[in-house]
């Protein structure tokens, strides 16, 4: 069963200036220190996250760790911030319409917290606000059915864009909460998972520290798509930070005009005369789809720049 939502005109018109914002930045290259900037937002993405869910540790802490140091805080905090550097580390290896991928997501996350770590819920759960119970999730009798049809809608629901799908699925995790704890990081990491399927960009854009920035709006429009029963606001919501982070993001960076050719160029002085796959074009220029590293690479092939070898997504190249 398909979950419940309406795609508004706000929600089409963040989702254009969205698609606008990844359209230019696919037709630049940074000059800036991009592994410095990735790293920073990487940090803010967990610090983020953690955070909403009552971890202390700060940027400066969650830095130190991702750098080895030894940091002094409570150990529950410690080993959270150490399970979502590794499971934010792994990030593109997960597939977003997999269960059984989100449950690896989840073992990672929550290792050495909870015993259920990996596994769906096996008893009720309650959200509190405050002192007063503010959401009661299904039996979890019912757990597997709906998290089956969720991921149903993902894979089979063509007509919905990714960028709005993926609204959609972080809010009906929320309303299912399938595991006894880490419902709420997981919910926003499989949304980037969703969201880097659908353009590379998304694994370096700190958007859960906008979440906690509006963290109260946040439980407030989870709230209002519980009682109007579809998750049409959290769609207005969530696009509208995807719009602020990609704007922040393209005025962190300094660009340059990108084309095929100058792309191609770049990718020879990296790779020489060795073999490489589209993969590892588009980790090249972090800022491209998967379209345009095609259309690329087939330029390349066309202009006898580059040879190809297998077929399909085995495809290997190299420079001639």
């Known amino acids: 069963m398909e979950p419940p939502?309406?795609?508004?005109?706000?929600?089409?018109?963040?989702?254009?200036?969205v698609a606008t914002i990844?359209?230019?930045?696919?037709?630049?290259?940074?000059?800036?220190?991009?592994?410095?900037?990735?790293?920073?937002?990487?940090i803010k993405t967990i610090q983020g996250s953690l955070s909403i869910e009552g971890n202390t540790l700060t940027i400066p802490q969650i830095t130190a760790i991702l750098d080895n140091k030894r940091v002094i805080g409570?150990?529950?905090?410690?080993?959270?911030?150490?399970?979502?550097?590794?499971?934010?580390?792994?990030?593109?290896?997960?597939?977003?319409n997999?269960?059984?991928s989100m449950l690896k997501a989840h073992k990672c996350l929550l290792d050495g917290l909870i015993e259920e770590a990996g596994s769906l819920r096996r008893g009720g759960v309650g959200i509190l606000k405050g002192k007063e119970?503010?959401?009661?999730?299904?039996?979890a009798s019912r757990v597997p059915l709906l998290m089956d049809d969720l991921f149903s809608f993902l894979k089979t629901e063509k007509e919905t864009h990714s960028l709005i799908k993926s609204c959609v699925?972080?809010?009906?995790?929320?309303?299912?909460?399938?595991?006894?704890?880490?419902?709420?990081?997981?919910?926003?990491?499989?949304?980037?998972?969703?969201l880097i399927e659908y353009h590379p960009i998304f694994e370096f854009l700190p958007i859960e520290s906008l979440?906690?920035?509006?963290?109260?709006?946040?439980?407030?429009?989870?709230?209002?798509?519980?009682?109007?029963?579809?998750?049409?606001?959290?769609?207005?919501?969530?696009?509208?930070?995807?719009?602020?982070s990609l704007q922040e993001f393209k005025s962190e960076v300094v660009i340059e005009n990108q084309t095929g050719d100058s792309r191609l160029k770049l990718a020879q002085n990296e790779f020489k005369d060795g073999y490489f796959s589209r993969k590892n074009y588009m980790l090249l220029h972090k800022t491209i789809s998967s379209a345009t590293a095609s259309r690329d690479l087939k330029l390349g092939i066309e202009t006898s720049l580059l040879e190809s070898y297998g077929e399909k997504a085995r495809t290997k190249y190299q420079f001639s």
């Open 98 to 100: 997999n269960v059984n």
């Open 169 to 194: 699925f972080h809010y009906e995790l929320m309303f299912i909460h399938p595991f006894s704890d880490g419902n709420g990081r997981i919910g926003r990491l499989w949304q980037t998972v969703i």
């Open 22 to 42: 990844l359209g230019n930045l696919e037709a630049v290259q940074s000059r800036a220190p991009q592994a410095k900037l990735r790293k920073a937002n990487r």
């Open 5 to 17: 939502f309406s795609i508004t005109s706000k929600a089409l018109k963040l989702s254009m200036e």
């Open 133 to 139: 119970v503010s959401h009661i999730a299904p039996p």
């Open 211 to 244: 979440i906690k920035e509006k963290q109260k709006q946040y439980y407030d429009v989870l709230e209002e798509c519980d009682s109007n029963g579809n998750s049409t606001a959290f769609i207005e919501f969530m696009l509208e930070l995807l719009l602020i």
């Open 74 to 96: 409570p150990q529950r905090d410690i080993i959270e911030a150490v399970n979502a550097i590794k499971a934010y580390e792994g990030i593109t290896t997960y597939k977003s």
